[in-house]
């Protein structure tokens, strides 16, 4: 309990400083389906993942958070985020890889 109150004051006084463009933190992009998504998608796709990353990282330097815990965090998202897209990615590869032969 005294973790969960811990890490919601630690991530409220975060977002009290604002990210320096007032944005705050960036929204995931949606990943699409390996299995069916079109070469397109995922060019796009993979786009907005590497603007996400940037944005994430953006956030965290003008923040600063000085807890590790609340910095392990935001890099978590960050790291999940960017697997979810990998997983999808792979798929399609494979996908692919089975239509061209």
């Given at each position: ?8 004051a630690a ?10 463009d ?6 995931k992009?949606?990943?699409?389906n390996?299995e ?7 060019m796009q796709a ?7 990353v940037?944005?994430?990282e ?6 600063k ?8 965090y935001?890099?978590d ?7 979810d897209f990998n ?7 494979r ?7």
């Amino acid at each position: 309990m005294k973790t969960t109150i811990a890490l919601v004051a630690a991530l409220a006084s975060g977002s009290a400083f604002g990210a320096c463009d007032g944005k705050g933190w960036p929204e995931k992009p949606e990943v699409p389906n390996g299995e069916v998504a079109t070469f397109e998608q995922m060019m796009q796709a993979r786009e907005a993942m590497a603007e996400f990353v940037k944005a994430g990282e953006a956030y965290m330097a003008c923040v600063k958070p000085s807890d590790s815990f609340v910095h392990n965090y935001y890099v978590d998202r960050l790291v999940r985020a960017a697997g979810d897209f990998n997983e999808e990615r792979q798929e399609f590869l494979r996908r692919e890889a089975i239509a061209a032969n």
